[in-house]
């Protein structure tokens, strides 16, 4: 009668593990498909970044050559200035201020 009973608490043991065993094989199917998913989602977001930098890198060119540009605006107005200033001087007449 033991024997019938060890046999079957044996019999119990081996199929709850066999049906754990089970539950950890579907949980490890969907973690690996989240892995797979999240990486991904890396991917995405690590192209967006790379392309994030490129343009701030453009922008910032850009704003270099406006500054440049602005500088030399800047040059050819105070030369303007200069100009319409002595055209008034010469007429005898003071700049209003």
Request: glycine share 4%.
């Amino acid at each position: 009668m033991d024997i019938e009973r060890t046999m079957q608490f044996i019999l119990d043991m081996q199929a709850k593990h066999s049906a754990a065993v089970q539950r950890h094989d579907e949980e490890i199917a969907r973690n690996s498909e989240q892995i797979a998913e999240l990486g991904r989602k890396i991917d995405t977001v690590t192209d967006l970044v790379g392309r994030l930098a490129q343009a701030e890198i453009r922008l910032v060119e850009r704003m270099d050559e406006l500054a440049g540009a602005q500088a030399h605006s800047d040059q050819r107005l105070d030369a303007l200035i200069d100009v319409v200033d002595k055209l008034i001087r010469r007429n005898g007449r003071e700049p209003e201020k």
